[in-house]
């Protein structure tokens, strides 16, 4: 089972920080997730359309100039002042073999978006298109990326369990279904085996979960700790 570290380690630092990435980077784990939304022509790093919660700042990130972001604080972690980060700034860290699942919250212009992906994965740090997964709850954001006929890796996002099961993701081409844990059964996993498809649930950070999850044949988690729930995994594996 694939460990993905959910908005970075954000159990041990403030979430989608650069220490929240570097932290789920220096583990054993298989990948880290992390939330997108456009600013004028960049990309931040956050979580919540409204920055109040991460930031104490009640504007909305369309409400905002990229200025304003960057003298933000996103946190605290080991006496240091945290800001929220670029997707440029991320993709520079060493990312080795791990994969970066990017969620899409918010897109307005998908060959904007694509392009600057492309940049600035020429500086990445050890990374390629096959190393990221695109997922967004915004279904038409994917097919717009997978008409593109891109490299990257589409992950469908969903909090529910549709009749069809992952029928729709096998049609947009999807890598794998991204599923809520209050959702999944063993019926959805088999169908999107069935067709191909990862399935990654999110967000799961008890071990009497995981070993649920596990029993039903789940390919990845999402979590806040990734240290803990790494160990776990690992010695189920001895």
């Known amino acids: 089972m694939k460990i993905f570290a959910h908005r970075g380690a954000s159990g041990l630092a403030p979430e989608n920080t650069l220490s929240a990435i570097q932290l789920a980077l220096d583990l054993p784990i298989d990948g880290v997730e992390i939330d997108v939304y456009p600013v004028e022509d960049d990309y931040i790093v956050v979580h919540d359309r409204w920055l109040t919660r991460t930031t104490g700042l009640a504007k909305r990130f369309d409400q905002i100039t990229l200025k304003q972001v960057k003298a933000l604080s996103a946190g605290h972690y080991q006496g240091n002042d945290l800001s929220i980060p670029l997707l440029s700034e991320v993709l520079a860290l060493k990312w080795g073999a791990k994969t970066l699942n990017i969620e899409l919250k918010h897109l307005s212009n ?10 600035n994965l020429v500086n990445a740090g050890g990374m390629d298109a096959e190393s990221i997964i695109i997922s967004s709850f915004n279904h038409h954001y994917l097919n717009s990326i997978n008409q593109q006929k891109k490299a990257y ?74 240290d803990r729930l790494f160990e776990f995994v690992a010695e189920q594996r001895i």
């Open 110 to 119: 998908c060959p904007h978006f694509l392009a600057y992906l492309e940049s």
């Open 153 to 226: 890796n589409l992950g469908w996002l969903t909090a529910s369990n549709y009749l069809n099961y992952a029928q729709l993701a096998f049609q947009q081409k999807c890598h794998s279904i991204n599923v809520h844990l209050d959702v999944i059964d063993e019926a959805m996993v088999n169908h999107a085996h069935s067709l191909g498809l990862q399935v990654y649930v999110f967000t799961v950070d008890e071990l009497e979960d995981v070993q649920l999850l596990q029993s039903m044949g789940v390919d990845g988690i999402f979590t806040n700790w990734p």
